[in-house]
């Protein structure tokens, strides 16, 4: 409990994005795994002052990436931020269902925090104010919605998330044509110029639509050395993180940004689902831009993936797998 109640100290003085940290975050910050943390938090030292943000039914464990974890005294200051909104919407929308009730928004958070979440709701839409990423349908039913979700992706974009993985990091539920590049680019079977059929088994190509056969290679020619196996996303993952934080003076602190630019062949989408691996698997954490010691730029901000109202910015390589 004390190095548990050091770090809630600690994030609360950074403030933003960092405080309250979901449980998921806590866990991270501490070296422990979720469930633990969670026990730990069972105890009773820590009833009276340490709170969970969504509480338990019977054998329901509260889900680690959609629970925050506060001092009891900062009830208040947590209902009304930005931070719980965004929050519960990411929590409660669906992906063929993204504007949420407003009566929808406070369920399944701790009771004494679902009265002062409401009363700050509606003091919200009396007020007209909400975070710059929300939007808000006023009317007998208030909807709350991402203005994200409002706007028609771009043909060939990845799906709405659809599930939640384990880390609480969205996982797109479709590629959408996102094409496998393992074979270096080579046009897919169906395409002209990759039409192969001859019946002694020699490949054809296509000129001006008539199939030609391709010369068949001396049977005493030299066979040509077999490629190197391609790296794996997680092997270049690595190189690139390894050799980026070296530049950067070693903090094991490197901007998402800057990774995604070093594998600039891998799609946004393939790029976010192997790096939410690597997360489950421990191998790194990502972190958001607490915005005291280095204003982030646009691009920067762009690179960033939006998770339980966070934009996490930074990746870290962890060390307690």
């Not at 391709?214 to 049977?219: E, H, I, N, T, W």
């Not at 689902?273 to 901000?301: F, I, T, V």
Request: hydrophobic fraction near 40%; charged fraction near 25%; aromatic fraction near 4%.
């Amino acid at each position: 409990m004390p190095k548990l109640l050091g770090v809630l100290e600690s994030q609360r003085q950074l403030g933003g994005a960092s405080y309250p940290p979901t449980l998921e975050r806590l866990a991270e910050l501490t070296g422990e795994k979720p469930a633990e943390t969670s026990k730990a938090l069972s105890h009773e030292e820590a009833k009276g002052r340490v709170l969970l943000s969504r509480a338990a039914g019977g054998k329901k464990k509260p889900a680690p990436g959609t629970t925050l974890v506060l001092l009891a005294d900062d009830l208040e200051a947590v209902a009304q931020s930005d931070r719980l909104l965004e929050l519960q919407l990411q929590s409660a929308r669906k992906a063929d269902a993204p504007a949420v009730d407003l009566a929808q928004l406070p369920k399944g958070l701790l009771p004494a925090l679902s009265r002062a979440f409401k009363a700050a709701l509606a003091q919200r839409i009396a007020e007209r104010r909400v975070p710059r990423t929300i939007g808000v349908l006023t009317g007998k039913k208030p909807l709350f919605f991402f203005i994200a979700d409002a706007v028609l992706p771009a043909a060939g974009a990845p799906a709405l998330p659809t599930a939640t993985a384990t880390d609480g990091a969205p996982r797109p539920s479709a590629l959408n044509g996102a094409r496998d590049t393992a074979s270096h680019g080579a046009p897919d079977a169906a395409s002209p110029g990759a039409r192969d059929t001859a019946s002694n088994g020699a490949r054809t190509s296509t000129s001006n639509g008539a199939a030609k056969p391709l010369p068949v290679p001396s049977r005493d020619a030299t066979p040509a050395p077999a490629a190197a196996p391609a790296a794996s996303f997680a092997e270049r993952f690595d190189a690139a993180f390894t050799a980026l934080d070296r530049d950067a003076g070693g903090h094991n602190y490197v901007t998402l940004r800057a990774l995604r630019a070093a594998l600039p062949d891998v799609p946004r989408a393939v790029f976010d689902a192997e790096l939410a691996a690597l997360r489950r698997q421990r191998r790194y954490s990502l972190d958001p831009s607490d915005g005291r010691h280095h204003q982030m730029a646009d691009a920067e901000r762009e690179a960033g993936i939006m998770e339980a109202g966070n934009l996490l910015v930074y990746v870290a390589r962890r060390h307690d797998a």
